[in-house]
């Protein structure tokens, strides 16, 4: 019955992300919030649309072990990190920029395993990630790649960082892939995001400010959309990455730069030249090479 369910999860993370960039364009780059006060709120939402389906169902049961394993907690601190890397990126970038820009921790991560020798790639591998760092300078254009570039480090090292584990988790955890059990994953990945961006917030910025919301926050349609969107993905993306097929998956996954480009198009008016389109076909045409040559399938 569930047989196709990670693919089918794949196909709803890359929309919801790509959904999930929009939101995060508009909220960091035109409304001009701090991503560490709005990241510390934006959790926060999700939570409340995921506990009903925690504890009315069978993902109870599994929610105690979940919410207490390294496995969750170390994901929730990657996957947070990337959030905050992506926002002060959205600060000077378009979304079309950083599709571009993503998709070097496409490369990165097969390169560091490589260089680790735990991963045999081909040599002209190592002429793909400046490849790629290219095209999203041609994309992004100098001047905004100079006031960008510690963000856009920090996103690339934060993705790298979480390619690789998610590498070792699918290698060597004794994953459950029983949607309940995902589900309770995913609902725990949340909450110690939650946790986790409220000790970042009052270290950085004192409790004051993470006890008190935002102006307008709670009024604003962004807060609702991003908090279904962020709990839509965080789920999806669970049950993508439990898939044995990841070969067929990753693509799917991969595409989300292509996806965010058009919305961003439609819903911000962001440009998207014929130029753009070729920049993000060429990006997503070398990961997709990696992909396919690398076989990400589960041993």
């Not at 709005?38 to 925690?54: C, K, Q, R, T």
């Not at 002429?127 to 254009?141: N, R």
């Not at 070792?168 to 949340?190: A, M, R």
Request: glycine share 6%.
């Amino acid at each position: 019955m569930f047989e196709n369910l990670p693919i089918f999860a794949s196909v709803i993370s890359t929309c919801s992300r790509a959904g999930l960039n929009v939101v995060d364009r508009k909220q960091f780059q035109r409304v001009g919030l701090c991503p560490l006060v709005i990241g510390f709120w934006n959790n926060l939402l999700p939570i409340i649309l995921i506990a009903p389906f925690v504890i009315l169902t069978p993902a109870l049961d599994f929610l105690r072990k979940d919410i207490l394993s390294f496995e969750a907690i170390l994901l929730a601190v990657l996957i947070q990190l990337s959030a905050y890397s992506y926002g002060y990126c959205f600060k000077k970038l378009r979304v079309t920029d950083l599709a571009v820009l993503s998709k070097s921790a496409d490369i990165s991560v097969p390169l560091v395993l490589a260089i680790s020798g735990l991963y045999p790639v081909p040599i002209y591998f190592f002429l793909l990630l400046p490849a790629t760092l290219y095209i999203f300078i041609l994309c992004a254009g100098i001047n905004a790649v100079k006031y960008s570039y510690q963000s856009s480090i920090f996103l690339i090292l934060a993705l790298t960082i979480q390619g690789i584990y998610l590498y070792f988790l699918g290698i060597y955890s004794e994953l459950d892939k029983n949607i309940w059990t995902l589900i309770s994953l995913s609902f725990s990945v949340l909450i110690w995001r939650f946790i986790f961006s409220g000790f970042v917030l009052i270290y950085r910025k004192r409790v004051f400010f993470t006890f008190i919301v935002p102006e307008n926050t709670f009024s604003c349609g962004t807060f609702y959309l991003r908090g279904f969107l962020t709990a839509l993905t965080q789920v999806a993306y669970i049950l993508s990455i439990s898939s044995d097929q990841l070969l067929i998956v990753w693509p799917i996954l991969n595409a989300t730069g292509f996806v965010g480009a058009v919305f961003a198009h439609l819903f911000l008016g962001e440009k998207l030249s014929g130029r753009d389109f070729t920049f993000i076909s060429f990006a997503f045409f070398i990961t997709l090479l990696v992909v396919v040559s690398l076989n990400y399938e589960k041993p």
